[in-house]
């Protein structure tokens, strides 16, 4: 009972665990999980890369080449053009533009040698000035396929904006009184002005909001004064409020007058003071009218929020938007925006948020809408947690799982880290796709200084045409120009523009038709004039005026020619080679420099660029594979699942089965975790949860068995190793009832084993004792091993002799009666081993021979003996039969004898000498002894016919026929002289005939000896 009352606790005990497990310690192994995920991404990841998407790196390669970032947009602008040009399905520009960029004058440099060229090249003209935003704007608008980036403050829990503008509402109802009333009121030391449910914080905020709205140009001391807050309370919120008030004044103005421009805002918020003064307050508010206008052009393209997405969704605050510009041009504008876990790394990526009424999508997201060709209208968030993507059909088309803010884990492409090397999609230089926009402006100014040296010929041969062809080509290059920032302003179809397109084409037609004239005349002229003199000054002037118009020709104008084709080629490889990576593709153009800030730290590596992230959300839209998470409850009814079988099997089993068990178990729902559930299935279920349900409470109960019943199960083990193998009492006691069994006595069918060494005692007198010793236990050692193999019990050492029991009640055996006479074979050839073993010095030991009874009956079995010394052991006549029957070995001259119940059981295995019906002395009872001769099969014809004459001659002497029986063994005698079982019956006989037996007599041979 003791043992079964261990388990019940040791249940209780591991029950108890699971439960803390499931319930407390769940939370708090977040940490871990996340770790574990990470591993998962890296290691059982299955997601494939999607063949669309292509990264264009702005890298460290292309920084060296085009310059340190920022570069000029216009050269962002060329990047656009070019990935238009080479067929890209669409652009996503992982950038931010929400500065304006400041024209500049674009000046060439002129060669030294080149007439005009300053003047053509190098003028500080309106033509030369670059507007790098316009030409930005022209690419994305022309392209009509580029997703721009916007920035935001993801807040969480509802629009904070909201709740302060409700807050500032009633700043503004409430009646304006003054002093220390006011000032407690307003400080929230009052409930007049201040609901219940209003953060006091907000409530600050809103208060400052208010006051600067108020008077745009307080600063910290006025507003502390004014509203009775202290520094640091103020100092916390004052940069931005400032921003938020230039927001709201902004937003205002524009509501009323959307073509409202910074000198209103100025005299709205700033009156009185110089518009070309320029301040900390008229940046926030030029920067706020920016983003505003940026803002109604986002809100205007966005869908309506949802009611019952309201509250569900983050909201986005201090947003930072491209430009107004940008943002008209562009086919639409995803959000960046990253959610970082507590240690620092980005896992969950936001697809939604909230701004205003409106839903702003995740790039990614927006992209995969595109792709799919879902509306925005038919996006949806379920109250099961899913991002859809309907048709119009409403069907879904992508569901992705998010939690309860419309946050995705992000999936991962299988090929992790390796992005650096392109495993996962391709990657191409920035600078590499600008060569084309580099070469095709190499060959435009090319073209323009040969257009410049061109000039010479006209000079050489029209001398009175070559100012004309100047202001011709002049004025091509500044009605380009200008032509084209008309078209940057979207003024291509006025009619002055096309009044200019036409010139512009007039132009070219007249410099290339005086070009080839000219260069005709050049090399007509040259020719004639090689082999003549001049005779005069003009001739000599107009004969160097050719030579050097021919050195022009062929030499900076051929050399210029020549370049532009190689250019041209270059540009025609260039283009080959980039438009298969590039046609029909997805391009998402970011950074990867290490020098610049896009790095978020992931699962897959520690330093990633951001890009990266917004292309693997849009990868799993098409690819169609997610990363879902099943409910907690879940996850907690498998931990209290797993728990309670390690507690069962831990409190019932040993705790080495149980530790080779629970291991097994962890390894196997590992790999199930990692490369079923979440390689094959797309399923983030927690591991450390589970994991730590199996394994604390084996931990723990196993320590508590240690302590308690395990305690008591080595005392048995430790007691029953005294008699039997020690892996045996292992084994045995590993039972829960062993303990109460070694305790207990009772009477059960056994089979006793007695051996002894015939004339050890005299054997060891003639040797020496340390000699003695040795070959004795060595001895010992042989015969243990051999019961031990049969699973017998040792019960104890008698000098040389054993006794040992098989069946004991700790250890059931029914075939106790087989094993013990394997047992006695066994321990014969272990002799026959150990004397085969023994040196030169230990002669004398071989004449060792050993004698063995066995008897099976039944006896007490148990603990028997004082409080101070107690034995497992057999008490009764078949323990005393079987200690006789050993010595009846030297009355017949045997090794092994058997009682007749022993050899019952196992009659047919064996071949067996029946000896006699033996009295041993102090007993009225007979017991039938056989002599084991050798197993069934082995008897060879001359021990049978012995057997037969042998038990013959016992019947005569059963039957009282004492002449006859003498002839018989007298018979046997003669053949085997040395036979003492013939002797003892010729010397019973001779006795019998002197003193005739009663009429009880049973025919039994009566030992005179013990």
């Known amino acids: 009972m003791t043992a079964r009352r261990h388990q019940y606790w040791g249940i209780a005990l591991g029950l108890a665990i699971t439960l ?96 005009g060229a300053e003047r053509i ?103 502390t004064e004014r509203l009775g807050l202290s520094r640091r309370d103020l100092a916390a919120v004052f940069a931005a409020s400032k921003r938020e008030a230039a927001a709201r004044l902004a937003a205002r103005l524009l509501d009323a007058n959307p073509d409202t421009g910074i000198d209103d805002l100025m005299s709205l918020a700033l009156p009185g003071q110089a518009r070309d003064v320029v301040t900390a307050d008229s940046r926030d508010l030029t920067r706020a009218l920016r983003t505003q206008r940026a803002l109604r052009v986002l809100r205007s393209r966005a869908t309506a929020l949802p009611a019952a997405w309201r509250g569900q969704v983050g909201s986005a605050e201090e947003i930072i938007a491209p430009l107004e510009s940008l943002c008209a041009a562009a086919r ?87 992005w650096r090397r392109g495993a996962d999609f391709p990657h191409l230089a920035a600078a590499g796709v600008l060569a084309l926009s580099s070469d095709r402006r190499l060959m435009a100014e090319n073209r323009t200084r040969i257009n410049i040296r061109m000039a010479d010929l006209i000079r050489a041969t029209k001398r009175e045409f070559a100012a004309t062809y100047v202001e011709r080509c002049e004025e091509l290059v500044r009605l380009s120009r200008v032509q084209h920032q008309a078209a940057l302003r979207g003024e291509s179809g006025s009619a002055e523009a096309t009044a200019r397109a036409r010139r512009i084409e007039s132009l070219t037609q007249e410099i290339e038709r005086d070009q080839r004239n000219s260069e005709s005349m050049v090399e007509l002229a040259y020719e004639q004039l090689r082999g003549l003199t001049p005779e005069s000054d003009d001739e000599r002037a107009e004969f160097e005026a050719v030579r050097t118009a021919h050195a022009t020709l062929t030499g900076p104008i051929a050399r210029l020619r020549a370049a532009n084709r190689a250019i041209e080629q270059r540009i025609t490889e260039t283009h080959a080679r980039l438009e298969p990576l590039i046609r029909d593709k997805i391009v998402f153009v970011g950074y990867t420099a290490t020098a610049l800030g896009d790095i978020v730290a992931a699962p897959i590596d520690a330093n990633l660029p951001g890009v990266l992230a917004h292309s693997n959300v ?29 507690t069962l099997l831990t409190a019932t089993r040993g705790p080495i089965v149980t530790l080779g068990v629970t291991l097994a178990t962890m390894a196997g729902y590992a790999l199930l975790n990692f490369y079923v559930l ?79 060494l015939q004339g050890f005692t005299t054997i060891a007198e003639q040797a020496d004792s340390h000699r003695v010793q040795r070959v004795l236990n060595t001895y010992l050692d042989y015969m243990s091993e051999a019961l031990f193999r049969h699973e017998a019990f040792l019960n104890k050492f008698l000098g040389d002799g054993i006794m040992a029991f098989f069946n004991p009640n700790v250890n059931p055996q029914p075939d106790h009666v087989q094993r013990a006479t394997e047992a006695a074979l066994d321990s014969f050839a272990a ?11 230990d002669e004398l030991f071989l004449r060792l021979q050993m004698r063995i009874g066995i008897a099976t009956g039944v006896a007490g079995v148990g603990r028997f003996g004082s409080k101070r010394k107690a034995d497992y052991t057999v008490i009764g006549d078949v323990a005393n039969l079987a200690a006789r029957l050993e010595p009846a070995n030297k009355v017949f001259g045997t090794r092994l004898l058997v009682s007749g119940p022993t050899r019952a059981v196992v009659e047919h295995q064996y071949v067996w000498r ?42 005569l002497y059963k039957q009282r026929r004492w002449d006859e029986c003498i002839v018989a063994f007298t018979r046997i005698l003669a053949r085997r002289v040395d036979d003492a079982g013939a002797s003892a019956y010729i010397d019973a006989c001779q006795e019998k005939k002197l003193f005739a037996p009663d009429d009880e007599w049973t025919g039994a041979l009566e030992l005179k000896e013990k």
């Open 678 to 756: 979440f390689a094959g299935l797309g399923m983030w279920v927690l591991i450390v949860g589970p994991l730590a349900s199996i394994a604390l409470p084996w931990v723990l109960v196993t320590l508590y068995r240690q302590l308690t019943a395990e305690r008591q199960k080595r005392y048995v083990q430790a007691q029953l190793a005294e008699f039997t193998d020690p892996k045996l009492a292992r084994r045995i006691a590993e039972d829960p009832a062993t303990a109460e069994a070694l305790q207990r006595v009772e009477n059960r069918e056994v089979t006793c084993f007695f051996s002894d």
């Open 121 to 223: 090249l190098g003028a500080m003209n309106e033509q030369n000035i670059v507007w790098p935003d316009l030409e930005l704007a022209d690419a994305v608008r022309r392209a009509g396929n580029v997703y721009l980036s916007m920035h935001f403050e993801l807040q969480t829990g509802g629009s904070s904006i909201e709740r302060r503008s409700e807050l500032i509402r009633r700043l503004e109802a409430a009646p304006v009184v003054s002093g220390p009333a006011t000032t407690l009121a307003l400080a929230g030391k009052a409930t007049t002005l201040i609901p219940s449910d209003v953060n006091l914080a907000e409530w600050r905020r809103a208060r400052v909001v208010h006051a600067l709205m108020r008077e745009f140009s307080l600063n910290e001391d006025a507003l």
């Open 618 to 646: 849009l990868n799993a839209f098409l690819v169609d594979r997610f990363v879902s998470r099943p409910h907690r409850s879940t996850v907690v009814v498998l931990m209290l699942l797993l728990g309670t079988v390690t």
């Open 332 to 418: 639409d504008v995803g959000f960046v925006v990253f959610r970082k876990d507590e240690d620092g790394k980005f896992r969950e990526m936001p697809l939604l948020a909230e701004h205003e009424g409106r839903v702003l999508r995740q790039l990614g997201l927006a992209l995969a809408c595109d792709v799919l060709e879902v509306r925005d209208e038919d996006i949806a968030f379920t109250p099961d947690r899913y991002v859809e993507l309907r048709s119009s059909a409403g069907s879904a088309v992508r569901r992705a799982p998010a939690d309860a803010e419309a946050r995705m884990i992000v999936p991962w492409t299988r090929t992790g880290a390796q």
């Open 20 to 115: 803390g497990t499931a319930g407390l310690l769940t939370p708090r192994l977040d940490p871990l999980e996340r770790l574990a995920l990470d591993l998962r991404f890296r290691y059982a990841n299955r997601v494939p890369a999607d063949p669309r998407i292509v990264h264009v790196d702005i890298d460290d390669g292309s920084l060296e080449r085009i310059g340190r970032w920022p570069w000029p947009r216009d050269v962002v602008a060329d990047l656009v053009r070019t990935l238009h040009e080479l067929g890209a399905s669409a652009i996503a520009l992982d950038l931010l533009f929400d500065e304006p960029e400041p024209y500049r004058v674009n000046l060439a440099t002129p060669s030294a040698d080149a007439p």
């Open 831 to 841: 002799l026959e081993r150990l004397k085969r073993e023994l040196g030169p010095s």
């Open 914 to 955: 029946y000896l006699a019906e033996l009295q041993v002395k102090g007993k009225r009872l007979t017991v039938p002894v056989y002599e084991l001769v050798c197993r069934t099969g082995e008897l060879n014809e001359e021990q049978a016919e012995y057997i037969r004459r042998f038990e013959a001659g016992v019947e």
